[in-house]
């Protein structure tokens, strides 16, 4: 019971990341840490559900992909257009303090 500091650094910059905490009880709490790309969205894609490996990940800039169109240059060559799930994450940063709508679209 008391407060406690876990410090990381990244092994691809200088940089360092440290995270206070203070638990409500005793235990072992894990932590993970990411840090973000600018840039875009980290996208990782799956084949079937999002789970185990992903098929690929990398920064998407445009979320905007043409998935039944096997030319489309976004996508690599051996990118399964079937069945496929994604994940995005990372963070947002708007132009201007307005209220924004994201509406993903499917078909």
């Known amino acids: 019971s008391g ?3 876990s410090c990381c ?3 691809s910059s200088s940089s360092s990341y440290c995270v206070s905490f203070v638990p409500w ?3 072992t709490f894990p932590l993970s840490v990411q840090s973000f790309a600018r840039g875009g969205l980290l996208g990782c894609y799956f084949l079937g559900e999002a789970g185990g490996s992903p098929f690929l990940c990398r920064v998407d800039s445009v979320l905007k992909l043409n998935w ?3 030319e489309d240059e976004a996508l690599p ?3 399964p257009l079937l069945n496929v799930t994604t ?3 990372g963070l947002l940063l708007p132009a201007l303090n307005e209220t924004y709508t994201i509406t993903p ?3």
């Open 9 to 11: 650094s990244s092994s």
């Open 105 to 107: 679209a499917v078909s």
């Open 87 to 89: 994940r995005w994450t």
């Open 3 to 5: 407060a406690g500091k």
């Open 77 to 79: 060559p051996d990118f």
């Open 68 to 70: 039944s169109s096997p």
């Open 25 to 27: 009880s005793t235990g």
